[in-house]
């Protein structure tokens, strides 16, 4: 039953590749027919060409036109083709290698599909396409709606990278060389609704990612634009989470100074828990001490953990200096550490989102055993996951359609 269901399906699929190209044929003659040239475009005649679509190659004929510096085929331009893919399938194909490794997305578009596309093809689409999200995303002025609180988060992860894509770059191997580049990635999400217990609820499907492997200054204006996209000037309350890393806070305090800052709190009780062990000689003592620490935090007394550990600080050398520098980090973030009166409000105290996105976009995609990235081909695949995670992907290739088809105006569209 098993191959009398695949060889049914191979059969329906060439049928409909033959059906398909019919009609398709049909609608590149009204293309050509209703074309306008524009003053210096010659026709040449018509042109064979093979078009991969969802249901296998077919062959087509189309009128070709040279202006004297390039080419243009009004019906390519009309239908979106991408190189002698159908967009329909290379949307396709960005789907499956935005989800998985370029082999596996050949596979299962084959076994799921019946589609023959080999992996390097599938790297060529992605290459070639991947480039035009960034313009497509920052031209995008969104829909922005009020809400009662939006929260912006950055965080960054490692991804691994190809020798040449890490020159000059220092790392933490023996050697001092690097293996990764960080991947800097900024989530944005509202909230409307509590729980029962007045827990924030986060609103379903809100989450929108942006990622860049830019220097922290440069990728501030991408998170910038998208929490604008996103109605940042128009909540009634923006909070800004991250986990204290210095390029995160630098980023909040230049382009979100007027958001509510708050450390995450888990980051802050692995501090306590850590000033606990080297300020608590016995075991059992220093997880009661630690207990009642977070307890202090979640009742906005962060100043009394620090005076209490102060007082506590041990002799012992390394012990010392590690009891120092929490207590240094617990001072210096003592303002964004008010947990008590960001629960009353209803709030996130946690930047869990940002963390579990640096997993499911990042971690989940790039960071596979065996992988190591050019930039260009980490950063295309990024793009394409960040847009298929925000609910963008659609709207991307809606757009690019359209694009395609205004290539055949005779008149350019003003900017």
Not at 229 to 241: C, D
Not at 289 to 303: E, F, M, P
Request: hydrophobic share 40%.
């Amino acid at each position: 039953m098993l191959e009398l269901e695949r060889e049914f399906r191979t059969a329906l699929l060439a049928a409909g590749a033959g059906v398909f190209g019919k009609l398709l044929q049909q609608r590149i003659d009204q293309i050509d027919a209703n074309f306008q040239a524009k003053p210096k475009q010659v026709h040449m005649g018509r042109r064979p060409f093979t078009v991969a679509t969802v249901f296998g190659e077919v062959p087509i004929k189309r009128d070709y036109y040279y202006d004297g510096e390039q080419g243009h085929c009004p019906a390519d331009a009309a239908l979106g083709l991408e190189s002698h893919f159908t967009p329909a399938l290379a949307r396709l194909i960005c789907r499956a290698a935005a989800e998985q490794p370029y082999g596996a997305a050949s596979r299962d578009l084959l076994e799921y599909g019946a589609i023959q596309v080999d992996e390097r093809q599938i790297q060529r689409v992605v290459l070639r396409i991947g480039p035009d999200t960034e313009p497509w995303l920052e031209a995008q002025q969104g829909n922005p709606k009020a809400s009662p609180v939006i929260y912006i988060s950055c965080d960054g992860t490692g991804a691994p990278m190809r020798k040449e894509a890490l020159v000059g770059r220092k790392g933490k191997q023996p050697d001092g060389q690097a293996k990764t580049r960080e991947v800097k990635l900024g989530a944005i999400f509202t909230q409307h609704t509590r729980d029962e217990k007045g827990r924030p609820i986060r609103d379903y499907r809100s989450t929108s990612y942006v990622g860049s492997f830019d220097k922290a200054e440069d990728f501030a204006l991408i998170l910038r634009q998208d929490a604008q996209r996103r109605g940042v000037a128009l909540a009634q309350q923006a909070v800004f989470l991250s986990d204290g890393a210095a390029w995160t806070e630098e980023i909040q305090r230049q382009n979100f100074s007027e958001a509510v800052s708050i450390l995450d709190f888990y980051h802050a009780a692995e501090r306590v828990h850590t000033l606990a062990r080297v300020t608590t000689p016995d075991d059992a003592a220093a997880k009661k001490q630690a207990g009642r620490w977070i307890k202090d935090l979640l009742k906005d007394k962060v100043s009394s953990v620090i005076d209490q550990a102060r007082q506590l600080t041990p002799r012992n050398s390394e012990q010392r200096q590690t009891a120092q520098e929490q207590v240094q980090f617990l001072t210096a973030h003592q303002e964004r550490m008010l947990y008590g009166t960001y629960r009353k409000k209803g709030w996130f105290i946690g930047s869990g989102v940002i963390e579990a996105g640096c997993k499911t976009v990042v971690g989940k995609r790039l960071k596979q055993s065996g992988m190591f990235w050019s930039e260009i081909g980490a950063t295309c695949v990024l793009n394409f996951r960040t847009l298929l995670l925000s609910q963008r992907f659609d709207a991307f290739w809606r757009d690019r359609q359209n694009q395609s088809s205004a290539r055949n105006d005779v008149l350019a569209l003003p900017a």
